[in-house]
């Protein structure tokens, strides 16, 4: 008897146990779903906000088939007078796998010497990775403008442009993170030099709002940021139709008369048409030349200048000031 009531007793027991664990592995799985459905509606709605996802913008990209991306990008190297210079960055760019082509964009008086073509050619043949031949172009300009780097190129194969200057170089690790991340928001501008738009409360109450321009250490001591220069940036090749000729012409009257501020345009471009604003990669840059315009007296006053003219000009600010970092997490030991 007293055996049978124990084994009675185990075998309740038991049973319970079994119940108990089944209910609680279901809970588990309830949650786990519950869980996984609030994640993604979150990214949906995170997506949404950063711009990753509008239907209802013109040139929208959500449609662009996947196999133009895999294409790989086009580096658009700026340039004036500094072949040495020049040279170095065609040498680091074309050993870079993603690159598809790198067009130089030419707006001396005279054309490239036949030495200096032939010397990048054979450069880019040596340098090229993957068995593929990366195409090299120079985009000759007979008018000496800022806005011939932004000008519409007809027969890209690329989605990407990789805007850059012939004075500074980022490690091709660097630059092939930062394409996968404007990838995954490819109607925004995505680069590694930010800055920012103050607005300027020391006016007190006044007509029309005026804002400062806000340099590197300003971000760096804030965390917020507006633009991320072309200098060093990827953004979607429509854009350059959008600067060309649709953009207002006033504006582009006034990059050429003030040798200042295209960039600063072409992030109130983006801003405008997306509503989003641009993404910050962190990546080691390598100034490799002393001289340029930023280096000029005055510097950051002409910038703030051009905030100003340019907000009268669009009527409003477009910019959108966000603290968002896109960090490679392999190579970091803080996320």
């Known amino acids: 008897m007293r055996g049978s009531l124990f084994s009675r007793r185990i075998t309740a027991r038991f049973r319970q146990l079994s119940f108990s664990t089944v209910g609680s592995i279901k809970v588990k799985i309830l949650l786990s779903l519950c869980i996984a459905f609030t994640v993604s509606l979150a990214a949906g709605r995170a997506a949404s906000f950063m711009g990753w996802s509008h239907p209802d913008l013109p040139y929208s990209t959500r449609s662009s088939a996947a196999a133009s991306f895999r294409k790989g990008y086009t580096v658009l190297i700026n340039t004036w007078k500094r072949n040495d210079l020049l040279k170095q960055a065609v040498i680091h760019y074309a050993s870079c796998p993603g690159v598809d082509a790198i067009h130089i964009v030419w707006s001396e008086p005279d054309p490239p010497s036949e030495s200096l073509d032939e010397f990048l050619r054979q450069t880019v043949q040596l340098r090229s990775k993957s068995g593929k031949l990366v195409k090299l172009r120079f985009d000759l300009n007979l008018e000496n403008s800022l806005n011939n780097r932004f000008k519409e190129i007809q027969d890209l194969k690329t989605d990407a442009i990789f805007s850059i200057d012939d004075d500074v170089i980022f490690p091709c690790e660097s630059v092939e993170f930062a394409f996968s991340v404007w990838q995954s928001a490819s109607d925004t501008m995505v680069g590694f030099v930010p800055r920012m738009h103050w607005l300027d409360e020391s006016r007190g109450v006044v007509e029309r709002r005026r804002y ?3 340099g590197w250490w300003s971000v760096w001591w804030m965390g917020t940021y507006s633009m991320v220069l072309s200098k060093a940036a990827f953004f979607h090749n429509k854009y350059l139709d959008l600067y060309t000729n649709q953009m207002p012409a006033s504006i582009r009257d006034y990059t050429t008369k003030n040798r200042n501020c295209e ?15 641009p993404i910050w990669v962190k990546g080691k ?9 930023s280096t000029l007296g005055g510097h950051s006053d002409r910038r703030t200048q051009c905030l100003n003219d340019f907000v009268a000009l669009y009527g409003r600010m477009p910019l959108v000031a966000t603290t968002v970092k896109a960090i490679d997490s392999r190579h970091s030991w803080f996320w």
């Open 212 to 214: 400062t321009y806000g």
């Open 263 to 277: 960039d600063i345009a072409m992030s109130f471009l983006v801003a405008n048409t997306t509503g989003a604003p």
């Open 285 to 293: 840059i390598y100034e490799i030349g002393s001289t340029g315009i």
